[in-house]
């Protein structure tokens, strides 16, 4: 604990964390979000820690006063910050806690499942049901309602366009919940910060003290139309993507941090994770999106390389660094392993639901060897021309294409919804 105290170790504590002054119970997916958090910004670490061992008293700086920790907690820090464990890189959930009962007593969790839509949903869809989803100037690919499930560390996301409807997970009693963010619940009226806690009794606001019954898909569909408001172009390009590629398997892919030096804590989120055949295996691959207009992609003059090149190195070097790779691999092995056990919890409430990709179905099997990792990310552009067809054009004539490919990045221009297939690596 000294060492701790002379390190000026300061923890807060979220208003949705606190209970008398007494850190309620964490799981271990949410200590590893502690470590993570402790390297990326000490002074706003978040602790929530396991309460059932005797407790020590740890002066914190936010705010001004003790809190109790108990001395299991303080274990399980050390181990995490003085460790070797800077990287938590890890993908889980225990969905062999979601009993019948509690599936049934949380009709939102049976209308989310009902609302997921696999990675390839597109490929499967009927093309007489395809016009029905067009407004709004979106692709006849893209239903507005659709979800896409991303295993987490201990947690879920449910994904409308790239906005996190709902992250999903368990309270300190073992109970089924979805936080979202109040301005998908409540529309314009919402603020920037706030959270919604969704639970078998319902929508509870703590900031705003209120309770209400959640009233089925009404609601859910609600929090998806606000949702909706906030999808930029890139994400719904991603989502079009991931409509027509059957073996995505991750969003949105939040790297944690490695190092102490800050230029090396944390690299930006990859957009996709996949899975492409190697032979009688599956390789996963990761890929960064960009509008063909993204000044990251392009840059004057061929001693200056545009933003994007940097972006893939932070993410080769995360990599390549200690044993990511092997975290990664088996991290992903277990997301498919999981997809699986989701898709057979969907099914029960949506019979029809679309068909998981082959590469998930093979990496789930038990008998699977290892995933391998393609450590060099792959860029994907955005090159449709209905909204600009000029910078389209310019993007190739200028040279901003040639010069990527001259940095040793893969690149892969989509011009139509039928050059949205992921490609292999030449």
């Given at each position: 604990?000294?060492?701790?105290?002379?390190?000026?170790?300061?923890?807060?504590?979220?208003?949705?964390?606190?209970?008398?002054?007494?850190?309620?119970?964490?799981?271990?997916?949410?200590?590893?979000?502690?470590?993570?958090?402790?390297?990326?910004?000490?002074?706003?670490?978040?602790?929530?820690?396991?309460?059932?061992?005797?407790?020590?008293?740890?002066?914190?700086?936010?705010?001004?006063?003790?809190?109790?920790?108990?001395?299991?907690?303080?274990?399980?820090?050390?181990?995490?910050?003085?460790?070797?464990?800077?990287?938590?890189?890890?993908?889980?959930?225990?969905?062999?806690?979601?009993?019948?009962?509690?599936?049934?007593?949380?009709?939102?969790?049976?209308?989310?499942?009902?609302?997921?839509?696999?990675?390839?949903?597109?490929?499967?869809?009927?093309?007489?049901?395809?016009?029905?989803?067009?407004?709004?100037?979106?692709?006849?690919?893209?239903?507005?309602?659709?979800?896409?499930?991303?295993?987490?560390?201990?947690?879920?996301?449910?994904?409308?366009?790239?906005?996190?409807?709902?992250?999903?997970?368990?309270?300190?009693?073992?109970?089924?919940?979805?936080?979202?963010?109040?301005?998908?619940?409540?529309?314009?009226?919402?603020?920037?910060?706030?959270?919604?806690?969704?639970?078998?009794?319902?929508?509870?606001?703590?900031?705003?003290?209120?309770?209400?019954?959640?009233?089925?898909?009404?609601?859910?569909?609600?929090?998806?139309?606000?949702?909706?408001?906030?999808?930029?172009?890139?994400?719904?390009?991603?989502?079009?993507?991931?409509?027509?590629?059957?073996?995505?398997?991750?969003?949105?892919?939040?790297?944690?941090?490695?190092?102490?030096?800050?230029k090396e804590r944390r690299a930006p989120r990859m957009d996709l994770v996949a899975l492409e055949p190697a032979g009688n295996r599956w390789r996963i691959v990761f890929w960064e999106a960009k509008l063909v207009s993204d000044a990251r992609a392009r840059c004057r003059g061929d001693d200056v390389s545009p933003k994007v090149v940097d972006q893939l190195m932070q993410y080769t070097t995360w990599l390549r660094y200690a044993n990511h790779l092997e975290l990664v691999a088996s991290a992903y092995q277990n997301v498919c392993r999981l997809l699986v056990a989701f898709h057979r919890l969907a099914k029960r409430v949506?019979?029809?639901?679309?068909?998981?990709?082959?590469?998930?179905?093979?990496?789930?099997?038990?008998?699977?060897?290892?995933?391998?990792?393609?450590?060099?990310?792959?860029?994907?552009?955005?090159?449709?021309?209905?909204?600009?067809?000029?910078?389209?054009?310019?993007?190739?004539?200028?040279?901003?294409?040639?010069?990527?490919?001259?940095?040793?990045?893969?690149?892969?221009?989509?011009?139509?919804?039928?050059?949205?297939?992921?490609?292999?690596?030449?």
């Open positions: 604990m000294a060492s701790l105290i002379r390190a000026n170790v300061r923890v807060r504590m979220a208003s949705d964390m606190e209970s008398g002054g007494v850190a309620e119970a964490l799981s271990p997916s949410l200590l590893d979000d502690l470590c993570f958090d402790w390297l990326h910004n000490p002074l706003r670490t978040i602790a929530k820690f396991a309460a059932n061992s005797a407790a020590l008293l740890l002066p914190v700086h936010y705010p001004a006063r003790w809190l109790l920790i108990p001395s299991v907690g303080f274990g399980k820090i050390k181990d995490h910050v003085w460790g070797a464990a800077m990287s938590t890189f890890g993908r889980k959930f225990s969905i062999e806690l979601i009993s019948d009962q509690i599936r049934w007593g949380n009709p939102w969790f049976k209308d989310m499942l009902l609302g997921w839509r696999p990675a390839g949903d597109a490929l499967h869809r009927d093309a007489i049901e395809a016009p029905k989803h067009v407004s709004n100037g979106q692709l006849p690919e893209e239903d507005p309602k659709r979800l896409r499930l991303a295993v987490r560390n201990g947690y879920l996301n449910l994904y409308r366009g790239g906005q996190s409807v709902a992250r999903i997970g368990f309270d300190s009693d073992g109970g089924l919940q979805a936080r979202i963010h109040n301005k998908y619940v409540n529309g314009d009226k919402g603020s920037d910060q706030a959270y919604v806690t969704l639970t078998s009794a319902g929508f509870l606001d703590q900031e705003r003290n209120w309770l209400r019954a959640y009233g089925g898909l009404a609601d859910l569909h609600g929090c998806i139309a606000n949702a909706n408001k906030h999808v930029g172009k890139e994400k719904r390009f991603v989502d079009l993507i991931v409509a027509r590629n059957a073996d995505i398997i991750d969003l949105e892919m939040a790297l944690p941090a490695y190092s102490l030096d800050p949506n019979p029809g639901i679309e068909e998981l990709g082959p590469g998930i179905i093979a990496a789930a099997a038990a008998d699977m060897p290892r995933l391998l990792v393609d450590d060099e990310p792959r860029l994907l552009i955005d090159n449709r021309t209905s909204d600009d067809s000029t910078r389209s054009l310019a993007f190739t004539k200028n040279g901003h294409l040639d010069k990527l490919r001259r940095k040793g990045l893969c690149v892969q221009m989509v011009d139509s919804v039928d050059h949205m297939t992921l490609e292999p690596r030449l």
